[in-house]
């Protein structure tokens, strides 16, 4: 081989030296920066213990029955007057063996002797003659002492003082004068030996007398302002 050619030829396996040199060391390749998100947690929601529904406050209403005739005593407490102006007082107790309830007014009838119906005109009031009252449930309780009476009716509590509780009361006043020329009148009067109570919620009727020799006067005939039921007796 001539010097010319062996130097090519050395010249050439250099290159493909150099080719198969740079083939063997491979430069790192370039790594991009990675922008994955991070991995996601799913959270399993937190147990939520129901909420306990809201309880109504219990009331008079409904927990207790109304009350009905055959299950209550009534009585005649008596009669204060002063000034031309009278007022009537009745105490009613539960006789059976469960409470009730009334609110309210009671219809009022009064009538004779014979138990004939005297013309009566009732005016729903929360104000009368020596009272004041306002409609509310009244509970009355079994098991309280029978109510008893005499000639000259029960004894009614002093001014001022509140009644025994688990009765229940009923009052209502009127004129007792007759009035004459000027006033309105002349007016007449009826004098009633007893009064029917009507109860509510068609509870029934009650009956009771006056003592025998007294009665209620009212003038003129049967105008009389009733309170609401009350578990009080009070006067002001």
């Not at 207790?64 to 007022?87: D, H, K, M, S, W």
């Not at 009361?169 to 009064?195: I, K, L, N, Q, R």
């Not at 005939?221 to 609401?228: D, F, N, R, V």
Request: glycine share 10%; with cysteine.
């Amino acid at each position: 081989m001539t010097s010319l050619s062996c130097q090519l030829a050395m010249a050439l396996l250099g290159l493909t030296a150099g080719c198969a040199t740079s083939a063997l060391h491979p430069t790192s390749p370039r790594l991009s920066p990675s922008h994955s998100s991070p991995p996601m947690v799913q959270s399993s929601p937190s147990p939520v213990s129901p909420s306990p529904p809201a309880s109504a406050t219990p009331t008079l209403g409904a927990t207790v029955p109304v009350c009905e005739a055959l299950q209550l005593q009534i009585a005649y407490l008596g009669t204060t007057a002063a000034v031309g102006n009278f007022r009537a007082d009745f105490q009613l107790r539960d006789d059976s063996s469960t409470p009730c309830q009334l609110t309210g007014w009671l219809g009022v009838q009064l009538v004779d002797a014979a138990g004939h119906s005297l013309p009566t005109q009732v005016t729903k009031s929360t104000s009368i003659f020596t009272g004041t009252a306002q409609a509310a449930p009244v509970e009355l309780l079994p098991g309280l002492p029978q109510i008893s009476s005499n000639e000259s009716g029960l004894e009614i509590p002093s001014p001022g003082q509140a009644s025994s509780s688990g009765y229940a009361y009923v009052s209502f006043s009127g004129g007792d004068e007759p009035v004459g020329p000027g006033t309105g009148g002349p007016w007449s009067c009826e004098t009633a030996a007893g009064v029917e109570f009507t109860l509510p919620a068609a509870g029934g009727t009650l009956s009771v007398t006056t003592p025998t020799g007294t009665g209620i006067v009212s003038c003129p005939p049967g105008a009389l302002s009733e309170l609401p039921v009350s578990a009080n007796l009070v006067f002001v």
